[in-house]
T-cell receptor, first 111, second 117 residues
Framework: QKEVEQNSGPLSVPEGAIASLNCTYS??????FFWYRQYSGKSPELIMF????GDKEDGRFTAQLNKASQYVSLLIRDSQPSDSATYLCASVTNYGQNFVFGPGTRLSVLP | GAGVSQSPRYKVAKRGQDVALRCDPISGHVSLFWYQQALGQGPEFLTY????????KSGLPSDRFFAERPEGSVSTLKIQRTQQEDSAVYLC???????????????FGPGTRLTVL
């Protein structure tokens, strides 16, 4: 059974702080990882994807992947109240096939 | 360009009724996925197509669920004899899949919220 685990939260951070969201996965064969943001009542929106070990930065977002530890994280710098949402981590084992999603972490950025 | 569209956005069905949910993927996207999302949970995979071929239907919860994509574009998810446990948001996603890094990114539609009374 392929599983992706996330702390459901809520994770509360003050405005301007760094929010750190974590994800672990059980399938060692997982090749790539995606972070999505989902506002209440809306569909998931892609934030970024990562395939290689290490860090990948895109604006205020940094994804980190450690395949040896089966661990993926997302850092959000200078958090804004508009970042308040549920963040979904997803893995895929074979290119082009279905994603396995975690339950999501609810983030609350307090003004 | 247009994103993934789904219809209807909301559907209320009485237990035992059949429903059909439609998905229009992004033009040119080869792969199409259906997910079910219960309240407070992440999306759960149901089935996926590459063009008109249904390559994996292992996530369909019972034989009451059926999906098709006859011309490799629009897809329909049909649920027969709906039950209360079928109440959820049904998400459709598509991806272009060109063999290049990142082209398996899935883009989601707005979802259909199904409520079975």
């Amino acid at each position: 059974q392929k599983e992706v685990e996330q702390n459901s939260g809520p994770l509360s951070v003050p405005e301007g702080a760094i929010a750190s969201l974590n994800c672990t996965y059980s399938d060692r064969g997982s090749q790539s990882f995606f972070w999505y943001r989902q506002y209440s009542g809306k569909s998931p929106e892609l934030i970024m994807f990562i395939y290689s070990n290490g860090d990948k930065e895109d604006g205020r977002f940094t994804a980190q992947l450690n395949k040896a530890s089966q661990y993926v994280s997302l850092l959000i710098r200078d958090s804004q109240p508009s970042d308040s949402a549920t963040y979904l981590c997803a893995s895929v084992t074979n290119y082009g096939q279905n994603f396995v999603f975690g339950p999501g972490t609810r983030l609350s950025v307090l003004p | 360009g247009a994103g993934v569209s789904q219809s209807p956005r909301y559907k209320v069905a009485k237990r035992g009724q059949d429903v059909a949910l439609r998905c229009d993927p992004i033009s040119g996207h080869v792969s199409l996925f259906w997910y079910q999302q219960a309240l407070g949970q992440g999306p759960e995979f149901l089935t996926y197509f590459q063009n008109e071929a249904q390559l994996d239907k292992s996530g369909l919860p019972s034989d009451r669920f059926f999906a098709e994509r006859p011309e490799g574009s629009v897809s329909t998810l049909k649920i027969q004899r709906t039950q209360q446990e079928d109440s959820a948001v049904y998400l459709c996603a598509s991806s272009v899949v060109r063999g290049e890094v990142g082209t398996d990114t899935q883009y989601f539609g707005p979802g259909t919220r199904l409520t079975v009374l």
